[in-house]
T-cell receptor, first 113, second 109 residues
Framework: IAGITQAPTSQILAAGRRMTLRCTQDMRHNAMYWYRQDLGLGLRLIHYSNTAGTTGKGEVPDGYSVSRANTDDFPLTLASAVPSQTSVYFC????????????FGPGTRLTVT | GQNIDQPTEMTATEGAIVQINCTYQTSGFNGLFWYQQHAGEAPTFLSYNVLDGLEEKGRFSSFLSRSKGYSYLLLKELQMKDSASYLCAVMDSNYQLIWGAGTKLIIKP
């Protein structure tokens, strides 16, 4: 793989179900991020990780959790999905946190019914 | 609160020049980014400004005035493939990006 990948590409999920969105990068980037993008709103940061083993909360963390066991992987888990979590989810990574561009994965389109 | 403002939609003609403005109010400033996002795709990096002035990169230029909380993205010699949304984002004091809602640019032949 080259760059940053996400899985699945899209998913329809029943409310109350648990779901993990996967994100993997092979650029050896230190920082990784999860965003959601909703129509008419800017990208909103859910969680981030500045380096392997550490994570932090972004603007909209409620209902989501993350882990960063190694440099490459940064999964996002919805413990009990609700319809308001219907969105497009983007994972991104950057070499560092200050002044470095973020590279985005192709996104996961999630619909919670 | 933190706020990034940019026009919702703009229309321009192929071959022309267009300027997309962005104003911001954030807690701290560690640089301003512009990204391009085609419909159904991921954002891709265009430019980064941390000091006042103009940065030129081929057909695209980006300007920053920190004292005015203002930036613009200038696209020259517009091509049909430039039809996309353009996202302005500011890195705040916590080194987190605060994003505008994006400007949808429509190019007409």
């Amino acid at each position: 793989i080259a760059g940053i990948t996400q899985a699945p590409t899209s998913q329809i999920l029943a409310a109350g179900r648990r779901m993990t969105l996967r994100c993997t990068q092979d650029m050896r980037h230190n920082a990784m991020y999860w965003y959601r993008q909703d129509l008419g709103l800017g990208l909103r940061l859910i969680h981030y990780s500045n380096t392997a083993g550490t994570t932090g909360k972004g603007e909209v963390p409620d209902g989501y959790s993350v882990s960063r066991a190694n440099t490459d992987d940064f999964p996002l888990t919805l413990a009990s999905a609700v319809p308001s979590q219907t969105s497009v989810y983007f994972c991104a990574s950057s070499y560092g946190t200050s002044g470095y561009e973020q590279y985005f994965g192709p996104g996961t389109r999630l619909t919670v019914t | 609160g933190q706020n990034i403002d940019q026009p919702t939609e703009m229309t321009a003609t192929e071959g022309a020049i267009v300027q997309i403005n962005c104003t911001y109010q954030t807690s701290g400033f560690n640089g301003l980014f512009w990204y391009q996002q085609h419909a159904g795709e991921a954002p891709t990096f265009l430019s980064y400004n941390v000091l006042d002035g103009l940065e030129e990169k081929g057909r695209f230029s980006s300007f920053l005035s920190r004292s005015k909380g203002y930036s613009y993205l200038l696209l020259k010699e517009l091509q049909m493939k430039d039809s996309a949304s353009y996202l302005c984002a500011v890195m705040d004091s916590n080194y987190q990006l605060i994003w505008g809602a994006g400007t949808k640019l429509i190019i007409k032949p």
